[in-house]
Nanobody
Framework: QVQLVESGGGLVQPGGSLRLSCAAS????????MGWYRQAPGKQRELVAA???????NYADSVKGRFTISRDNAKNTVYLQMNSLRPEDTAVYYC?????????WGQGTQVTVSS
């Protein structure tokens, strides 16, 4: 059974930083590209960053230069370092394989950027 558990969200002031973690169980992690997605209120879920099994990365234009995705294959964990956060980054953040599989969505972790 596949399980993805996100953590690390919280309330942060504009300009602040957070580091999200996603722990993966099951046999999905090592060979799959992984992605961080987010969904803001009233908006569709969007891909924020992705990383291949070999470590190649790509980012949405809105977060390029501010967010960094990484993975630790030994720990079956993918990370999202978020710097220079803006109010428009407020959303629930999820991880999933890339492309996403419907049944893999977890609870997500809330990120709120506000003064």
């Amino acid at each position: 059974q596949v399980q993805l558990v996100e953590s690390g969200g919280g309330l942060v002031q504009p300009g602040g930083s957070l580091r999200l973690s996603c722990a993966a169980s099951g046999n999905i992690f090592r060979l799959n590209a992984m992605g961080w997605y987010r969904q803001a209120p009233g908006k569709q879920r969007e891909l924020v960053a992705a990383i291949t099994s070999g470590g190649s990365t790509n980012y949405a234009d809105s977060v390029k230069g501010r967010f960094t995705i990484s993975r630790d294959n030994a720990k079956n964990t993918v990370y999202l370092q978020m710097n220079s956060l803006r109010p428009e980054d407020t959303a629930v953040y999820y991880c999933n394989v890339r492309p996403a599989i419907l049944t893999y969505w977890g609870q997500g972790t809330q990120v709120t950027v506000s003064s």
